[in-house]
């Protein structure tokens, strides 16, 4: 992962903050928790999150950092198991639900437009203020357009060529959740990467929200 920074060094080690904060989240099990048992979860639902108690006493003690980050690598989670694409959920799962790699989530950012090219697509742009880019590596979770809209949602590794990462500014953003821009040029993504079309997109939109709202009533039932 090239990372464009006046000082790898402060990068890294600013980094690895948030590091020990996803290897704590996902060592506490509740990333795997509406994730089928024969695929290394616990079972149930996702909206099993905000209704067993234990959970939400979880939630209600994370700081809002982890919240970040807990969302963003549960929304890419959700995207593996609502996608077609088998192979790239068998191959990454494990890694996510395990906090091995950071889960990357794009689709609070403006889309970017994808070229068709021969069995995939060729990408420019940037993208600010995307959470989760660890520095030991990431899947980055990307809504792209080709007619005007939300056409395809794409999984992104962070060692891609020509795929760069910019520490967020402040310093805090990229010691706490990893938060940064990532950069495109002339990224060459293939038809393997991807894990849907706008019907995934809007199912994970909905997934996004039941994120947000259940982690918003679990930190206010915590102030009652």
Do not use: K
């Not at 799962?93 to 437009?113: F, V």
């Amino acid at each position: 992962m090239p990372l464009e920074t006046e000082s790898l060094t402060t990068a890294r080690r600013l980094g690895q903050n948030a590091a020990e904060r996803l290897t704590a989240i996902a060592s506490a099990g509740y990333l795997r928790v509406g994730v089928p048992i024969d695929l290394g979860g616990h079972g149930g639902t996702l909206q099993d999150l905000f209704q067993d108690p234990a959970a939400r006493q979880w939630l209600r003690d994370l700081p809002y950092p982890d919240q970040w980050l807990f969302r963003s690598q549960r929304l890419v989670v959700e995207a593996l198991l609502r996608s077609d694409n088998v192979g790239l959920r068998e191959l990454v799962l494990p890694e996510l639900l395990d906090g091995a790699m950071g889960g990357a989530s794009a689709m609070e950012c403006p889309c970017l437009t994808a070229m068709p090219a021969d069995l995939g697509w060729r990408l420019n742009g940037r993208l600010v203020g995307v959470p989760n880019l660890q520095w030991a590596g990431f899947y980055l979770l990307l809504p792209v357009q080709v007619n005007d809209r939300v056409d395809d949602l794409l999984l992104v590794r962070s060692e891609e060529n020509d795929v760069t990462v910019q520490a967020g500014d402040p310093h805090e953003l990229w010691q706490q959740a990893a938060c940064g821009t990532v950069s495109f040029r002339q990224v060459f993504l293939r038809a393997d990467e991807w894990l849907g079309d706008r019907s995934l997109w809007q199912t994970l939109a909905d997934a996004n929200r039941a994120l947000q709202q259940g982690l918003g009533a679990a930190l206010s039932r915590s102030t009652n």
